[in-house]
């Protein structure tokens, strides 16, 4: 079986004569994916993601406010800390720092990244980050105010080996998105190649980013498979070994869907 581990179901453009999020979950679950996580991005719609994961056994969530969206307003620690409490709340984030996209004096994005490692420490559940060209800042804060307490996940990672290997040695995963199937990815598959599979988590970040073949299509959790196809086919290995070791590798990350599921 295979687990999409970063997707945002709450934003699938699907429409209601095809079944909406249930129909699409049960596309997925015909491919073999047999749990999804939901990732929050920002305060404002959290309940929204809270309520998918509590109508689907299947699906899980995490809080947190993305680093691209300055005008949504952060959460607290103490916020944080109670949403974390919910059952199906099993990760923190996404969370992180992009200096591709956003320019300026960028300390908002490091103080509500800060906030989101604190929680991940106290509540123990995983962070997921967000990170793209802010390598030194994203592995100093991790570093600095995880107080190697702090685990989880590199989302849709595309940064360099290096990069990847010191996130490792922190206690983090690399997640690898429908990118690694792009024509224009041979630096990201060299660095998966590199990777241990032991290390590696799959998603789609639906709907964004559909892989290849299904370039032009709205992404959605089915299309996880074609990420641990490319994995496979990078590494020499099956896509049965693949789907073994993220699955394996999601639940020992995520204990708490471990002891849910």
């Known amino acids: 079986m295979f687990i999409d581990s970063h997707c945002h179901l709450d934003k699938l453009d699907v429409a209601s004569e095809e079944g909406g999020i249930q129909a699409a979950l049960q596309r997925a679950k ?68 992009d200096y591709f996209y956003c320019k300026g004096d960028l300390q908002w994005q490091r ?17 997921i980050v967000h990170t793209r060209a802010a390598k030194l800042d994203t592995l100093d804060l991790l570093t600095e105010h995880g107080q190697g307490k702090v685990k989880g996940v590199l989302h849709c990672f595309t940064e360099d080996l290096d990069m990847a290997q010191q996130a490792i040695e922190l206690g983090f995963y690399i997640s690898i998105s429908g990118i690694v199937t792009f024509n224009s990815a041979d630096e990201l598959r060299n660095v998966v190649d590199k ?53 394996n590798n999601f639940f020992t990350l995520f204990s708490k869907a471990k002891n849910s599921k």
């Open 30 to 97: 015909d491919q073999q994916v047999s749990h999804v996580l939901c990732i929050g991005i920002d305060m404002e719609n959290i309940q929204n993601v809270l309520d998918i994961a509590e109508s689907h056994p299947n699906v899980f969530a995490t809080v947190g406010a993305h680093p691209l969206y300055q005008e949504n307003k952060p959460p607290s620690l103490d916020e944080l800390l109670l949403l974390a409490e919910h059952s199906k709340v099993i990760g923190i984030g996404e969370s992180g720092l």
């Open 111 to 127: 103080d509500r990244f800060v906030t989101h490692i604190q929680a991940a420490v106290k509540t123990d559940l995983p962070l």
């Open 195 to 247: 990777i241990p599979l032991e290390k590696l988590l799959i998603e789609t970040d639906a709907p964004w980013l559909t892989p290849v073949p299904n370039r032009g299509k709205s992404n959605e959790p089915k299309y996880v498979v074609d990420v641990a196809k490319k994995i496979a086919d990078i590494k020499g290995v099956s896509i049965e070994t693949v789907a073994q070791a993220t699955t």
